[in-house]
């Protein structure tokens, strides 16, 4: 469903307390039923599956979508009759050949491939593509494996975003975007506003028919990659991604109109505009719903209109997070440069360094770093004045 015409989206929640193969399995065919997914398999289509691989971390770490869940989803396409299959992603960092092997056997992706005896995706090569609906991006740059699927399966982590304040499966599709070319895009919408409008023009245009959220574990705190596990024992998939992420922010508690892309999918009526407009098939979500659940430090301030002028450019740049190096953790492996859209950083001696005066705050760096050596630096002023409130 594109546009909102009177019928509910649906959204299947299901009960999986761990990622054992059985229990996988079985939560997965519950999901395809209740989301009507199972009519939407062929066997002739060219399918990809499109995880969350942000960077090479163990499943443990809840950073990426857990190999065991796509292992299920990969049973059960070949028990419907699916015959060509590939799982393919582009990580945060360089979209190479070698960079995506070692990826896929970090996040434990080559051995469920193997296992399966299906495709993982080496071809990093990449085509521009119009975007002639787009209303704040008329053309992305778009990895081969998504141009050529005739079915994408999109399977998301559940987790919090220093940026975005929530991660789900609408924007796990900016993976659609090859490599270092992302970091281009923050640069080029550094406004929150601006960059959620973005990934609803890119999630039209490659547009996922299946979402799934993988909800077993997920990251609560300082997301994407630098929050901790927490677990939640749920599966949750919809055609309508706005409308799955809308009903994963409840599980967390998160207001859902704080996030920008789902409020620029709201404006579009591409979803409803709160969660009584939604159908939940399968369990409730109050069965699952963890009120005390950690939320990302956000980066922006509310109080500055009631300062004078003159004091509100100072204040915010004393109050507002910053990205701070960890010489004990830093190692120098320049992962964080690669990924900085305005190339605010440098390594001299095995030590990254931060030039602050251009530096936008999009902490691709803090997601970036595969050693955690990378802080996020608050003002204790923030803290007192409600920025640890989860709402």
């Not at 499109?50 to 396409?77: D, F, S, W, Y």
């Not at 699916?82 to 990580?91: E, G, K, L, P, V």
Request: glycine residues 8%; aromatic residues 6%; hydrophobic residues 40%.
């Amino acid at each position: 469903m594109d546009k909102q015409e009177g019928c509910k989206p649906t959204v299947g929640l299901c009960a999986c307390p761990d990622y054992n193969e059985e229990t996988l399995l079985c939560a997965v065919e519950e999901l395809f039923s209740l989301c009507g997914f199972n009519g939407l398999i062929k066997p002739e289509q060219n399918i990809l599956i499109k995880p969350n691989l942000i960077m090479g971390r163990v499943p443990e770490r809840a950073a990426t979508t857990h190999p065991a869940l796509v292992g299920a989803v990969i049973v059960h396409l070949k028990s419907l009759g699916a015959q060509n299959i590939t799982i393919a992603d582009s990580s945060g960092g360089v979209y190479t050949t070698a960079f995506m092997r070692s990826v896929y056997r970090e996040t434990g992706m080559a051995a469920i491939a193997e296992k399966h005896g299906i495709t993982l995706n080496l071809d990093v090569s990449s085509s521009d593509i119009a975007c002639t609906d787009g209303l704040r991006c008329k053309s992305f740059t778009i990895i081969k494996p998504v141009i050529d699927a005739d079915l994408i399966i999109n399977i998301a982590k559940l987790k919090t975003h220093m940026m975005t304040r929530f991660s789900g499966v609408t924007k796990n599709m900016f993976g659609a975007v090859p490599g270092l070319l992302k970091p281009e895009m923050h640069c080029r919408y550094p406004e929150k506003e601006a960059f959620g409008e973005m990934l609803v023009d890119l999630f039209e245009l490659v547009k996922p028919r299946i979402n799934i959220m993988d909800a077993v574990l997920c990251m609560e705190g300082n997301g994407p990659t630098g929050g901790s596990p927490r677990k939640m024992g749920a599966l949750m998939g919809s055609e309508n991604s706005y409308a799955c992420d809308i009903a994963a922010c409840e599980l967390i508690h998160l207001n859902y109109k704080t996030v920008q892309y789902l409020s620029s999918a709201m404006k579009r009526g591409l979803c409803p505009p709160d969660i009584s407009g939604i159908d939940i098939a399968g369990r409730s979500i109050a069965e699952f719903d963890k009120p005390d659940f950690l939320h990302a430090d956000d980066g922006t301030v509310d109080f500055m209109e009631f300062l004078p002028r003159f004091l509100r450019r100072p204040v915010r740049k004393w109050v507002t997070p910053k990205p701070v190096i960890n010489p004990k953790k830093c190692v120098g492996c320049s992962k964080c440069a690669e990924s900085c859209p305005k190339k605010t950083m440098t390594v001299r001696d095995k030590k990254v360094y931060i030039t602050y005066k251009e530096c936008i705050k999009c902490f691709c760096c803090h997601e970036m770093c595969p050693f955690e050596a990378v802080n996020i630096k608050r003002s204790r002023l923030f803290d007192l004045l409600g920025g640890k409130r989860h709402g």
